[in-house]
C-alpha cells in the first residue's frame, strides 16, 4: 500500500466528483480509484439489505450477483467479521451519514490462537489468496461492505496502514454522505411530482429509518393537533422520529408492500404510499410519501325518543345504549 501525498489529494479531489456525479456511489469505479491512488488492489465490496441479506459483490472485474453459484452464499454464516459488523451497525443505529472511521481488522475479531484454522482465512486464501483484511463498513445497518486484502508474504496490516485506512474512510464516508444528500434532493422532487399529481394538499416525506425528510406547513399543522407543539422539532434536523415506527407499521392483512395503506388517527386519515430506490447490486431504499386528510364522516343517525311500546324505563336504557 502506497499512501503519498500526492495520492492522497487526487483521491480527495475524485471523491469530490465522483459524489455529484455517479450514478452509484460503490461501484467498480470507486475501486480503481483506490488502486490508482494507493496501489490497493486486493479488494472487494459487497452488498447486503439492511435485514443481513448477502446480495451482491464487485471487484475490479465487475458485478456479481447473488446466486447459486456464487462463492459468498454459503460462506456468509460463517463469516465472522461479517457477524460483528453487522451486529455493531444495528446497535450504533449506522446509517449514510455517518463519517467516524469503522474499520474492522481480521486479527483483531478472531483470536490469533485459532485464526489460521478458521473458515474465514481459508475463503480469503481460496478466493483472494490472501490471509489477512481489513474491512470498513458503511450505510444503513452497514448493508455496504468494503475489504481489503493482505498475502501472507506481506504480513498483517500495520498501526500505520491502519492510521491511513482511517483517513481514506473518511474520505470515503464523508463523499458518500454529500451523494446521498444530493440524491434524496432529487427523490423528494420526484415524489413532490407524484404528489402534486394526487392533489393531496398535506403531505410529509421519510425514509424508511424513521427520518422525516421534508413536511409541509399543512401537515405540520395536522401533526401538531394529534402530537402537541413539541412535534415541529421533530421534523428538523437528522433525528428519529418515534412516532413514525407505529405510522409505518403494516397492519392486519396487510401483505402486499406496494399497496396504498391508510391509517386513522383522531380526526385525520394518513395514506402512506412507498417509493423504492433500486441499484444494480440489488440493494433497494425504501421511502414513504405520506398524505394527511380529514377523517371520513359517517352518516349520523339520530336517536329516536319516541320509542313507544317501551316502558319509560326501557327507553332511558336504549338511549344509553345508543
Known amino acids: 500500500m502506497k499512501y503519498e501525498k500526492q495520492g492522497q489529494m487526487e483521491f480527495f479531489l475524485e471523491m469530490e466528483q465522483h459524489q455529484s456525479s455517479a450514478r452509484e456511489f460503490f ?3 470507486l475501486l480503481d480509484f483506490l488502486n490508482k491512488n494507493f496501489g490497493l488492489n486486493q479488494m472487494v465490496i459487497l452488498y447486503f439489505d439492511t435485514q443481513n441479506h448477502f446480495l451482491s459483490w464487485v471487484d475490479r472485474q465487475g458485478l456479481q450477483l447473488n446466486g447459486e453459484t456464487h462463492p459468498y452464499r454459503a460462506f456468509q454464516s460463517q463469516d465472522l467479521v461479517r457477524k460483528v459488523v453487522y451486529e455493531d451497525a444495528v446497535r450504533d443505529h449506522l446509517t449514510y451519514f455517518n463519517t467516524i472511521p469503522r474499520l474492522y481488522k481480521s ?3 478472531i483470536s490469533a490462537g485459532v485464526y489460521a484454522a478458521t473458515p474465514y482465512v481459508q475463503f480469503l486464501r481460496e478466493h483472494f489468496q490472501a490471509e489477512y483484511s481489513v474491512t470498513m463498513a458503511f450505510g444503513i445497518n452497514a448493508y455496504i461492505q468494503l475489504s481489503f486484502f493482505k498475502g501472507k508474504d506481506t504480513g498483517d496490516f500495520t498501526d500505520e496502514e491502519m492510521q491511513h485506512f482511517s483517513e481514506i474512510y473518511a474520505a470515503i464516508a464523508n463523499a458518500y454522505k454529500n451523494f446521498k444528500k444530493y440524491e434524496q434532493v432529487k427523490i423528494i422532487s420526484e415524489i413532490k411530482n407524484e404528489i402534486i399529481a394526487s392533489g393531496e394538499k398535506a403531505y410529509l416525506i421519510t425514509d424508511d429509518f424513521m427520518h422525516v425528510m421534508d413536511a409541509n406547513q399543512e401537515a405540520i399543522l395536522c401533526l401538531q393537533d394529534i402530537l402537541g407543539p413539541s412535534v415541529r422539532d421533530q421534523l428538523v434536523g437528522d433525528g428519529v422520529c418515534g412516532w413514525l415506527p407505529f405510522l409505518l407499521s403494516s397492519g392486519e392483512g396487510e401483505e402486499k408492500e406496494t399497496e396504498v395503506r391508510t391509517r386513522v388517527i383522531e380526526n385525520y386519515q394518513f395514506r ?8 444494480s447490486n440489488r440493494i433497494v431504499d425504501r421511502y414513504h410519501w405520506i398524505t394527511i386528510g380529514s377523517k371520513e364522516k359517517k352518516n349520523h343517525v339520530e336517536f ?12 332511558r336504557v336504549a338511549e344509553l345504549l345508543y
Do not use: G, K
Not at 304 to 315: F, G, I, K, M
Open 107 to 109: 486479527t483483531d475479531v
Open 304 to 315: 329516536a325518543r319516541n320509542l313507544a311500546p317501551l316502558t319509560p324505563a326501557e327507553q
Open 272 to 279: 402512506i404510499h412507498n417509493y423504492d430506490r433500486s441499484y
Open 27 to 29: 461501484s467498480a469505479t
